[in-house]
């Protein structure tokens, strides 16, 4: 692909903390070239920024490679920007053309509050986590391998489900804020592996409450997580949650 | 089990129970007023009409009707309502249609639509019948004659039209994602569901369409050509 540079103006989110009032800043990046990574062009900005004297924007990043789930950003309308099945720090420049504005958010969400600028609390996934997105049962020293069956459709579905990396896009893009995809993950993900089976009905109903005391919405079925989704995850483990949900509940299964 | 029903999903479920009840319903009631196309279709029509007026089994599952109906609308409107609240600060840019179905986003203003048709539905229909069977003659009213006499006005016609419209997009997403919410809409069964979902979609709001349409323009017999063998 052809290199090339552009000029940028950007309307980027600025936030004191989560009590102040925050607001849009305009600014505007010189010389960016196609082939940085949307992240790396908040690194100039970053500088440009220091340089003037003025205050960095914050924004989470850590691994940099597509599989922390730390970038987040809401950029032109969409969670991770307009490529498909890609992270803030996987978009490229290539994306965008000289001359292009564009408008940066945080997730919006109320389980998600602002902390600072561009970056949000998600603390709240891992106490959805903490709430059943484990096991727990013994289960003794490392087996060899293939001495738990397990087909190879589950352990293939099982695995798609893991590869969530819980970064919340699916929070950020769902019209209710619902964290179901994020949640379906977890739990389809333990439901479908033996090691996972025996604790399957009090995880879910234990997670589904932690989902609701965070203040996720509901789901309505309008798929919008999945298309956001940077790992693909399916709505199909929003059905399987669902399926989970109602096993337990007419089972008499209780949260604890 | 005692959020089974209250928690995000369990609200959910009852949507989708209720959902499913009320598409079980419009088969009933597309299935009977489609009589009236058929040849001899004003007898057809008024025979199965007085059975599910008349019927004990039909008179109790439609308190049942009632009550899923309002549920649904209850629940629907408030769970829109809470949804909502869930992002209280929202984005400039909004992603539109990019990810979404605009008709998938707008099921409780689509459910609005068909709320306020139906309360003028029902006190075209249903109010007088009833009225006329325990407070009036004793008898049901001619529903066919009725029928005739409402849909002259266009404006009734034009409202009923919308109605049904309205209710083929609460359809197109609601029937699909009923079974995804009731954890039914399996890999496997995907498919039939979504392609039962959208023939259904389109086929039963057409039919209701079809008939204050064909009073409106008189392509049906006259209710005074047809006389009771009894």
Known sequence: ?256 | MKNFLTSSIGKKLVMGITGVSLIGFLVVHCYINSLIFLPDGIRRFTEAGHFMGTNPIIRTLEIGLFAGIILHIVQGLMLTVQNKSKRPVGYNVSPGNKSSKWYSRSMGLLGTLILLFLVMHISHFWVPNRYSQHFGSGYEINLYEKMEMVFQDPIVVLVYVLGCISLAWHLLHGFWSAFQTLGLYTPRYAPLIKGLGTAFSIIVPLIFIAMPVAFYFGWLPPASSYVPSH
């Not at chain 1, 059943?132 to 087996?143: D, K, L, W």
């Not at chain 1, 589904?208 to 399916?234: H, L, R, W, Y």
């Open chain 1, 1 to 256: 692909m052809e290199h090339y540079n552009m000029n940028l103006t950007l309307k980027v989110w600025r936030q004191q903390n989560a009590q102040s009032q925050g607001a849009f800043e305009t600014y505007s990046v010189k010389e960016i070239s196609s082939e940085m990574s949307f992240l790396e062009m908040f690194d100039v900005l970053n500088e440009q920024l220091i340089h003037e004297g003025k205050e960095p924007i914050t924004f989470d990043h850590d691994c940099r490679e597509g599989i922390c789930g730390a970038c987040s950003m809401h950029i032109n309308g969409q969670a991770h920007g307009p490529w498909h099945e890609t992270t803030t720090c996987q978009l490229h420049m290539r994306a965008f053309k000289d001359g292009d504005t564009i408008v940066v958010e945080p997730w919006r969400a109320a389980a998600f509050p602002v902390i600072k600028d561009l970056m949000v609390d998600r603390t709240a996934f891992d106490r959805i986590i903490q709430a059943g997105g484990y096991i727990s049962v013994n289960t003794g020293n490392a087996q060899d391998a293939n001495n738990l069956p397990i087909a190879k459709d589950k352990a293939d579905e099982s695995f798609a489900a893991a590869t969530c990396i819980g970064c919340g896009a699916c929070v950020a893009s769902c019209k209710n804020a619902s964290a179901s995809l994020f949640l379906s993950a977890k739990v389809a993900h333990l439901a479908l592996l033996p090691q996972g089976d025996a604790e399957r009905k009090t995880r879910v109903l234990n997670m589904v409450e932690q989902m609701d005391k965070e203040g996720f919405g509901a789901c309505t079925n309008t798929g919008a997580c999945e298309a956001e989704c940077p790992k693909g995850i399916s709505i199909m483990n929003i059905r399987r949650l669902n399926a989970e949900y109602i096993r337990a509940g007419l089972s008499g299964s209780i949260a604890k």
